[in-house]
């Protein structure tokens, strides 16, 4: 089956510096990704909508130039936290739509936690 | 905008025994998807069933099943037999049937975090 695997897994920073965490569909082609951050027992609350190609559509409240963006190709998709601080610190899970897998439902990277110290 | 709303922060069950878990949502569409993913401690998201919402009959993976009620915007999901490797924190998941820049987009309800006692 379709697989996303994301990279790293865990990630501890220092404040001030950047992380970047990658997202790849490993045997299918994603024009399409979605990053997500999540809290302790809250929920996944979507942070943009990353597209080949073009701009990352972010959601509201989402400082673009603190969370880049970068879709290059149609198997990558890259999350980089700028001058990370330690409000910061989260998992940050992407996903990629089922498009041309015959699938109904998205598919998960492992997710990655990110301490920043 | 649709919104998934989950009422259960926690829920609890003795091993082999059965558990629902609530998810009401909202949403002005006619066609949609709707997920239940578990998250173990891993944190890897795991599909448990789907639905469609144009199918009429509720959708059933073994012991996972779950009682939709399009009139009502509600889908529940019914574990039975729990086992311990059941326990986790379970989300509900509202997915649009349209294609376009939110294809694929995922809403999700606030979890709920559920135990299995032996």
């Known amino acids: 089956g379709a697989v996303v695997s994301q990279h790293p897994s865990r990630v501890i920073c220092k404040s001030g510096t950047s992380v970047k965490i990658e997202c790849r569909s490993l045997d299918f082609q994603a024009t399409t990704m979605f990053w997500y951050r999540q809290f302790p027992k809250q929920s996944l609350m979507l942070m943009a909508t990353s597209n080949e190609g073009s701009k990352a559509t972010y959601e509201q409240g989402v400082e673009k130039d603190k969370f880049l963006i970068n879709h290059a190709s149609l198997t990558l998709s890259t999350l980089t936290v700028t001058s990370a601080h330690p409000e910061d610190s989260s998992f940050y899970i992407c996903?990629?739509?089922?498009?041309?897998?015959?699938?109904?439902?998205?598919?998960f990277g492992q997710g990655t936690r990110l301490t920043v110290v | 905008a649709q919104t998934v709303t989950q009422s259960q922060p926690e829920m609890s069950v003795q091993e082999a025994e059965t558990v629902t878990l609530s998810c009401t949502y909202d949403?002005?569409?006619?066609?949609?998807?709707l997920f239940w993913y578990k998250q173990p401690p891993s944190r890897q998201m795991i599909l448990v069933i789907r639905?469609?919402?144009?199918?009429?009959q509720n959708a059933t993976e073994n012991r996972f099943s779950v009682n939709f009620q399009k009139a009502a915007k509600s889908f529940s999901l019914k574990i039975s037999d729990s086992q311990l490797g059941d326990a986790a924190m379970y989300f509900c998941a509202y997915r649009s049937w349209a294609g376009g820049t939110s294809y694929g987009k995922l809403t999700f309800g606030q979890g709920t975090i559920l135990t299995v006692h032996p």
């Open positions: 639905q469609e919402a144009y199918k009429q």
């Open positions: 996903s990629a739509p089922p498009e041309g897998t015959g699938n109904t439902e998205a598919f």
């Open positions: 949403t002005s569409e006619s066609d949609y998807y």
